[in-house]
């Protein structure tokens, strides 16, 4: 038989290599994304079931216990108290640490290096172990707040203040603040003032990003509001826990709930901030 | 009396000084350049004439008012950076009327503002672009519409030119000093590119190591330098010693002499004239630049490229002569 010389002789090993090659990576994404969803998924599944047993399927589905759960008055209660801790302490943290980070870059950046340490101290303590010491400080004296949403209101704030701190402070680095300033000082704005009007909006998609971030983060929290709080001030993570020994398809709803409202809040948030 | 007056200024950093004692007049309507090299304090002086940096001591006089102690925002000065300091979240329009903003101008009138400056400086169709979506050119034009909307009385330019490329620099300086002409607005402009500062300037102010070394026209600085620092900073002058300006020239001087390359003439040989050996030559588009020995001192010499045909060969025996009134002796 005739050799085929209209192809060349190593375009076919090529083709096989390259095929194999954009197959392998599509199967690994495809796999890690699996091994994400998965969980997810099952939960979904498990919230929508009437009832799951050794089956591979549920015996039939229905959206009663979304029904029962978001007529619950303790579950909404939690749900609204966790929303407060949380948008109380992303304010607390606009209000402290965007102002520090531009007083760091504009006036002092050798502080850079120190703030970069003083992030990194939450992530030295375990919260278990913070947590004794924050009891021992606020259980009683001059500021008795455990029990209080204040007390994780502080608490989370330091939570979060590396992703805020650092998401700022990447930002600033790339700006060129001070010509910046100068700029708008030269074209007749005070300091605050340009500030204001134009540092303020190019750290917006920085800060926001890092408020969604630790939305998400301080919404899952459960250990220093388990030790601090319990259920003085029960927030949607001490209710889950709470309800733990009730029925596995009610906490799936409440799980599937919080993360739906949190990937809504996070959606609407994203398309206010383009 | 001077527009813009600078009187014994000094200033310091980490208690090494920048510049100290300077004195500088400014007419109005002037263009003046501040031209030198770098770190020679150009910079340093013209943040401190826009408030940015506070002098150590001195004053600075404008239309007569005292504003050393005056904040930015309160000069009636602008300004144009090496950086551009284009506003990142603003459109290009926005950026325009950040000032009449900030002045509290109604929106109609601030667009009407914005739409002139808009043509003044060839922009025209990109007033919804933001920053990042613009070339070098484009974002250095849109910071001199926003130096300029606001009128100020005083404008600066801190290196503008400096990251662009050369075609793009040409045009945009000579559009600058169409528009300051067309406006009569006295100009300060800071560059450390001779080219640049011949072309544009009224008048050059030439420092070196914080202290203003010569100050003059164009013409005067580039035909008539007054130290050796500005014959080697101005032009590529030929810097004879004295003893090389004997043994050459047969003259005396105290200190050298500076002959500028264009000045000396290429000539068959003959006895009467000086003669030198071309060792070798540059093409500088439409100049050639020869290196002829001459007696042990090296000549730079520039001659027109009129000819290719004609460049002299390295090892060719040339005349050389240069008229007495091209001959500068500097200190």
Redesign the interface.
Known sequence: MAADTSVHPTRAPLRGRRWRAIHYHQLVVASLMALLLLPIAATLVYSLSNRWGATILPDGFSLGWYLQLWSEPRFLAAFARSLLVCAGTLLLAIVIVVPAAFVVFYYYPKLDRWMNLLILLPFAMPPVVSSVGLLSLYADGTLPIIGTPWVLLGCYFTIILPFLYRALANRLQSLDLHSLMEAAQLLGASAPRAFLCVVLPALRKSLFAALFLSFSFLMGEFVFANLLVGTRFETLQIYLYNMRSTSGHYTSAVVMSYFLITLILTWIATRFNR | MSFFEIQNLSKQYAGRPVFQDLELNIGSGEFITLLGPSGCGKSTLLRCM???SRPDQGSLFMAGEEITHL???K?G???V?Q?Y?L????TVQQNIA??LR??GLSLSKQHQAVQEMVELVELTGKELAMPDELSGGQKQRVALA??LV?RPRLLLLDEPLSALDARIRRHLREQIRAIQQRLGLTTVFVTHDQEEALTLSDRIVLMHEGKIVQAGSAESLYTRPASRFAAQFIGQFNLLTATEALTLLGRTVNGHLAIRPESITLDPVTPSKLKGRVLDHQLLGNVIRYRIDCRGVILKVDALNRDAANLLPAGHEIGLSVAEPELCEVA
């Not at chain 2, 506003?87 to 603003?90: C, V």
């Open positions: 826009a408030g940015l904040p930015p925002q000069r000065i602008g300004m950076f950086s300091a506003f990142p979240n603003m950040f000032g900030m002045q926003r130096a606001v």
